[in-house]
């Protein structure tokens, strides 16, 4: 599903974020992402939804090779990509149906199908009760509910989530993996960057480490040997 060949990225004033990283997640797989803060786990999912690219090396989604395509090309590959922040990055002025259907209005969904899509995500994440609230009434845990049935919305094929549970307490923490987990259950790829290593230990999915963006474990190479 990725696969990255020697990938470095260097930001201007000569920062290096990662240093020749090479890893394959399988399709259908999910897998940990961890590291110290600054360690380039931010960078490596950008580099996967092509908010940044790299300085060397090629990244492969699903076969394509993302260094060669166009700016034009970008929103195509990312349909096929779901993504959660930390911060749940949720339009205020939105209620929660308003919110989830967001890409599928800009993507020119049917209003039948939008209807349709957007009920069925929030069930997913059982909050087909609040499709009228506001963001700012949930609990925090609602909001990356929330964020999660937007990015489901549009049944990608692969999961990226950065810190999603970063504000969250313990069980509520436990109860956003189980989802990811879920998901996965039905073929969804996952790639979850997390500081929880507590957490992540409890889960049991492989997991790949950077320190100072290098890569450092890597129980993708067992993963690929089974496969």
Do not use: W
Not at 190 to 206: T, W
């Amino acid at each position: 599903m990725i696969r990255f060949d020697n990938i470095s990225k260097q930001y201007p004033g000569g920062f290096e974020a990662l240093l020749g990283v090479n890893y394959h997640l399988p399709r259908g797989q999910m897998a940990y992402l961890t590291g110290h803060s600054g360690a380039g786990k931010s960078t490596l999912l950008k580099l996967i939804a092509m908010i940044e690219r790299p300085s060397r090396g090629q990244i492969f989604l699903d076969g394509v090779n993302l260094n060669q395509i166009g700016t034009n090309k970008i929103p195509y590959i990312r349909r096929n990509i779901g993504i959660i922040f930390q911060n749940h990055q949720l339009l205020n002025d939105r209620n929660v149906y308003q919110n989830v259907a967001m890409p599928l209005i800009i993507s020119g969904c049917r209003h039948q199908e939008v209807s349709k899509r957007v009920r069925a995500a929030l069930d997913q994440v059982d909050l087909l009760n609040k499709e009228n609230a506001m963001p700012i009434t949930l609990s925090g845990g609602e909001q990356q509910r929330v964020g999660i049935a937007r990015a489901i919305v549009h049944k990608p094929a692969l999961l990226l989530a950065d810190e999603p549970t970063g504000n969250l307490d313990p069980e509520l923490s436990k109860e956003i993996m189980q989802l990811f987990e879920r998901f996965n259950q039905v073929g969804v790829s996952v790639l979850i960057a997390s500081h929880d290593l507590n957490l992540i230990d409890e889960m049991g999915y492989p997991v790949i480490s950077l320190d100072d963006g290098q890569l450092v474990r890597n129980d993708l190479t067992l993963v690929g040997a089974k496969s």
